[in-house]
Nanobody, 120 residues
């Protein structure tokens, strides 16, 4: 079955770094655009970063540009999010997402989420 398993979250001080990873299985990873979303308490889930299926294009939320980098390894079926210069407002549950769209339907999978807390 489809699985997206996030790892690498935790507690970090402001200005610190974390690297999130998402291990995918159960689908053809290289066909899917991969994204990281986050949801802070009381807020809607928001897109943080996205990378296309072969990794040629990336896009980022304005709030993380220059600080976060998304990357993927299609040989290992993994996607990562390197987060530098973390701020308290980056505190949220981070979710890995896989999406493949055709004219007729979308395939859309989510991980269970992982907590990132930025606090001194």
């Amino acid at each position: 079955q489809v699985q997206l398993v996030e790892s690498g979250g935790g507690l970090v001080q402001p200005g610190g770094s974390l690297r999130l990873s998402c291990a995918a299985s159960g689908f053809t990873f290289s066909n899917y655009a991969m994204s990281w979303y986050r949801q802070a308490p009381g807020k809607e889930r928001e897109l943080v970063a996205r990378i296309t299926d072969i990794g040629g294009n990336t896009n980022y939320a304005d709030s993380v540009k220059g600080r976060f980098t998304i990357s993927r390894d299609n040989a290992k079926n993994t996607v990562s999010l390197q987060m530098n210069n973390l701020k308290p407002e980056d505190t949220a549950v981070y979710y890995c997402n896989a999406k493949f769209s055709t004219t007729f339907r979308d395939w859309d999978y989510w991980g269970q989420g992982i907590q990132v807390t930025v606090s001194s």
